[in-house]
C-alpha cells in the first residue's frame, strides 16, 4: 500500500507560479512510475506529467515547456513546479503511483492516488 498526499496548491493570477508537491509512504520504491494529472468538474482525469524511475519524464503538450516534474528519491517526495499557469490551468491536482517503471500517461495505468490539491489561476 501506498500513501501519497499532496500540498502547494492555491490561488495566483495569470503568468504566476505554483510548487506542488507529493509525499508518498508505505511500500515505495525508487522504480515506480509517478505522475500528475489534473480534474475539472464533469471533466476526465487528464495526464499533466510523470517521471519514471530512471528519471525520464514526459508532458501532456498543454504543459510542455510550462511545468516541470522532479523527484527525490531520499525523500519519496514528487514536485510539479508550474510556471506561466493560465486559467485553462484550474483544476484539481493529484499525485499518481504506479507499481511498475512508467507506461502510459492513462489514468487507469495509475495504482495509488492522493486526495488532490486546488489549482485556480484568475485572469
Known amino acids: 500500500q501506498v500513501k501519497l498526499m499532496e500540498s502547494g496548491g492555491g490561488s495566483v493570477q495569470a503568468g504566476g507560479s505554483l510548487r506542488l508537491s507529493c509525499a508518498a509512504s508505505?511500500?515505495?520504491?525508487?522504480?515506480?512510475?509517478m505522475g500528475w494529472f489534473r480534474q475539472t468538474p464533469g471533466m476526465g482525469r487528464e495526464g499533466v506529467a510523470m517521471?519514471?524511475?530512471?528519471?525520464?519524464?514526459t508532458y501532456a503538450n498543454s504543459v510542455k515547456g510550462r511545468f516541470t516534474i522532479s523527484k527525490d528519491n531520499a525523500k519519496n517526495t514528487v514536485h510539479l513546479q508550474m510556471n506561466n499557469l493560465s486559467p485553462e490551468d484550474t483544476a484539481m491536482y493529484y499525485c499518481?503511483?504506479?507499481?511498475?517503471?512508467?507506461?502510459?500517461?492513462?489514468?487507469?495505468?495509475?495504482?495509488?492516488w492522493g486526495q488532490g490539491a486546488q489549482v485556480t489561476v484568475s485572469s
Open positions: 508505505g511500500n515505495t520504491y525508487s522504480r515506480s512510475c
Open positions: 499518481a503511483s504506479r507499481v511498475d517503471l512508467c507506461a502510459s500517461m492513462w489514468f487507469g495505468s495509475f495504482n495509488y
Open positions: 517521471i519514471d524511475g530512471d528519471g525520464s519524464t
